[in-house]
């Protein structure tokens, strides 16, 4: 996942481990808070980010279609590094750990490894490696990281 030197809005370009784009994260430029679509790249929306400017902390809702995927909410009290409860509606909530330096994300759910995200230090966009295993939702995973950058690294917009 990368995202886009110039571009309006956050916007990412999503490759596969072979380097053929298969999405694409388009911000939209003029709304209240973040707002995002995942799209495939024939256009079909996947997800929509979306961010909620009445909450305690930085939250924000995965819409896939009318349905609710998830709320990610950054934890607010944390001495060392960032944490994101990804809340999916049934016993499934995702955690997800960084390390000091916001570069390396783990995925977890009830302390079991789900998926790793790696940010690469040397780059003029922020860049990451997206380890999504088989048999988990990778738009959900990816949609998670994009709200994890937009928190974390909101500095460099």
């Not at 990368?2 to 939209?28: C, E, H, M, P």
């Not at 209240?32 to 790249?41: H, P, R, V, Y």
């Not at 994300?105 to 295993?133: E, L, M, N, Q």
Request: with cysteine.
């Amino acid at each position: 996942m990368q995202q886009k030197w110039f571009s309006f809005g956050n916007d990412y370009a999503i490759k596969d481990a072979a380097g053929a784009d298969v999405l694409r994260v388009d911000g939209k430029v003029f709304s209240i808070g973040d707002k995002l679509t995942l799209e495939a790249m024939d256009g079909r929306e996947m997800a929509v980010i979306d961010q909620k400017l009445l909450s305690w902390g930085p939250t924000y809702e995965i819409w896939k279609g009318s349905r609710l995927a998830a709320v990610v909410k950054k934890s607010i009290f944390t001495l060392v590094r960032c944490r994101f409860t990804v809340d999916v509606p049934g016993p499934d909530d995702l955690l997800a750990e960084g390390d000091f330096w916001d570069h390396e994300y783990v995925f977890s759910r009830a302390g079991r490894h789900v998926a790793s995200v790696s940010k690469k230090y040397f780059s003029w966009t922020d860049t990451y490696g997206i380890d999504v295993p088989h048999g988990e939702d990778p738009i959900l995973i990816l949609a998670s990281a994009v709200v994890i950058d937009l928190c974390c690294h909101q500095d460099r917009k």
